[in-house]
């Protein structure tokens, strides 16, 4: 199976600036690349898919780009409600999989 | 407005099998192109796609997991179920139920709230 790594696990950045997350898959997965975003006690939210497509309603500060296995989704000008848990999945294989998630706090 | 929500038990002992069921609105699993996966999520850890299942009945499990699941769908209720074997205390997760979008049926737009299951004797 295709393993992701997130990286950083933790991301510290200060409200208004830009946080870059990466992500990487063990081996090619294409463009086949979603982004979810996960508050405490809540579902997960789709952000991304096909690598740089923003889903219906997320902000235009979400950005995606990459492919093959090198991932990254930047958040422009971040507002308190960023500051929480990012996942990236692959689906371009069997099973689909996950990364552990990055963790963005608040500098 | 597409909505998803799971059903179950919350207690299951070691051994037992689980039954969720998952009751959606808004959308028509018997649609092309539609799909519904299960995705757990273990207190504090990563999230773990399980299986989909898609409008034309067509299935796919994760590989380690394989043998002791079973998804399956009620186009007339609106219900997708999943069924897992020889529940273990590491089974303790969140459950989800979510769809996934027609242009990538991989990624998953709309999920349920997900239903706590713990794994006890």
């Known amino acids: 199976e295709i393993v992701m790594t997130q990286s950083p696990a933790t991301l510290s950045v200060s409200p208004g600036e830009r946080a870059t997350l990466s992500c990487r898959a063990s081996?090619?997965?294409?463009?086949?690349l979603a982004w979810y975003q996960q508050k405490p006690g809540q579902a997960p939210r789709l952000l991304i898919y096909?690598?740089?497509s923003r889903a219906t309603g997320i902000p235009a500060r979400f950005g995606g780009s990459g492919s093959g296995t090198e991932f990254t989704l930047t958040i422009s000008s971040l507002q308190s409600e960023d500051f929480v848990v990012y996942y990236c999945?692959?689906?371009?294989?069997?099973?689909?999989?996950f990364g552990l998630g990055t963790k963005l706090e608040i500098k | 407005q597409v909505t998803l929500r799971e059903s179950g038990p919350a207690l299951v002992k070691p051994t037992e099998t689980l039954t969720l069921t998952c009751t959606f609105s808004?959308?028509?699993?018997?649609?092309?192109?539609?799909?519904v996966s299960w995705i757990r999520q273990p207190p504090g850890k990563a999230l773990e796609w399980l299986a989909r299942i898609d409008w034309d009945g067509d299935e796919h499990h994760t590989t380690s997991l394989k043998t002791r699941l079973t998804i399956s769908k009620d186009t007339s209720k609106n219900q997708v179920v999943l069924t897992m074997t020889n529940m273990d205390p590491v089974d303790t997760a969140t459950y989800y139920c979510?769809?996934?979008?027609?242009?990538?049926?991989?990624?998953?737009?709309?999920w349920g709230p997900g239903t706590m299951v713990t794994v006890t004797s």
């Open positions: 808004g959308f028509s699993l018997s649609s092309t192109g539609m799909c």
């Open positions: 081996q090619s997965v294409s463009s086949d």
């Open positions: 096909g690598a740089s």
């Open positions: 979510v769809r996934g979008i027609v242009a990538a049926r991989g990624a998953f737009d709309i």
């Open positions: 999945q692959q689906y371009n294989n069997w099973p689909y999989t």
